[in-house]
């Protein structure tokens, strides 16, 4: 076999690898995203958890799949492991940096996963043994804080966004139904000159 005919069998060997790569990578993207999707049906998963979660092992992915591709291109191993520890060096830094942030998410999957409230329970966030604290309906659950729609006697529409760490910091009363606290409140607006202006929380 003459070196060029050798040559192009190796390249062709290369390319051969790198689209497996690539297809792999690709196969387990999509895996991943129809695997997601099924959970959340499961589970009543926020739509904005779900594609969060999906973008940061889609990005996962993709980086190994990359290191790979590179390794079998020829590049020194330790070049690649030297990429590696530069990535987690900088992952530590920014994890660090952003720990409030991140300890937010990491909530968010507790909330999601062991469900101490869901959407559009009335829930009470207790400032200290049995004291009253912030409570409200829950509209809406992401990464950093959980939304609830406070309810007053005047029929103004308001919201409070309570970080997710804040659950697992204080205790948490839950109603499935209207609490008499809600009910009181809706009542006392509709009788109120703000009455007409009063509308159950909306979906989000």
Same mark, same amino acid.
């Given at each position: 076999?003459?070196?060029?005919i050798?040559?192009?069998?190796?390249?062709?060997?290369?390319?051969?690898?790198?689209?497996?790569?690539?297809?792999?990578?690709?196969?387990?993207?999509?895996?991943?995203?129809?695997?997601?999707?099924?959970?959340?049906?499961?589970y009543?998963?926020?739509?904005?958890?779900? /594609?969060?979660?999906?973008?940061?092992?889609?990005t996962?992915?993709? /980086?190994?799949?990359?290191?790979?591709?590179?390794?079998?291109?020829?590049?020194? !191993?330790? &070049? &690649?492991?030297?990429?590696?520890? !530069?990535?987690?060096?900088?992952?530590?830094?920014?994890?660090?940096?952003?720990?409030?942030v991140?300890?937010?998410?990491?909530?968010?999957?507790?909330i999601?996963?062991?469900?101490?409230?869901?959407?559009?329970?009335?829930?009470?966030?207790?400032?200290?043994?049995?004291?009253?604290?912030?409570?409200?309906?829950? &509209?809406?659950?992401n990464?950093?804080?959980?939304?609830?729609?406070?309810s007053?006697?005047? !029929?103004?529409?308001? &919201?409070?966004?309570?970080?997710?760490?804040?659950?697992?910091?204080?205790?948490?009363?839950?109603?499935?139904?209207?609490?008499?606290?809600?009910?009181?409140?809706?009542?006392?607006?509709?009788?109120?000159?703000?009455?007409?202006?009063?509308?159950?929380?909306?979906?989000?």
């Amino acid at each position: 076999m003459s070196p060029t005919i050798a040559h192009a069998a190796y390249i062709a060997a290369r390319l051969g690898e790198a689209l497996a790569i690539l297809a792999g990578a690709w196969l387990l993207t999509t895996l991943l995203r129809h695997l997601l999707r099924r959970l959340s049906t499961r589970y009543e998963l926020a739509p904005a958890f779900a /594609i969060g979660v999906r973008r940061v092992l889609n990005t996962l992915i993709y /980086i190994a799949a990359l290191l790979l591709l590179l390794n079998r291109l020829g590049i020194e !191993g330790s &070049v &690649v492991w030297t990429t590696l520890t !530069g990535f987690v060096a900088v992952g530590a830094v920014a994890f660090f940096a952003a720990w409030s942030v991140l300890s937010n998410i990491f909530c968010a999957l507790l909330i999601l996963t062991t469900r101490p409230f869901r959407l559009y329970d009335y829930i009470e966030v207790l400032e200290g043994g049995d004291k009253p604290g912030l409570r409200g309906r829950v &509209v809406d659950i992401n990464f950093i804080f959980t939304t609830l729609q406070e309810s007053h006697a005047s !029929g103004e529409d308001t &919201v409070l966004q309570v970080p997710n760490s804040q659950f697992f910091q204080r205790s948490t009363r839950r109603w499935r139904e209207e609490p008499e606290w809600s009910r009181t409140a809706r009542e006392k607006a509709a009788d109120g000159p703000h009455g007409s202006d009063w509308q159950e929380p909306a979906v989000r």
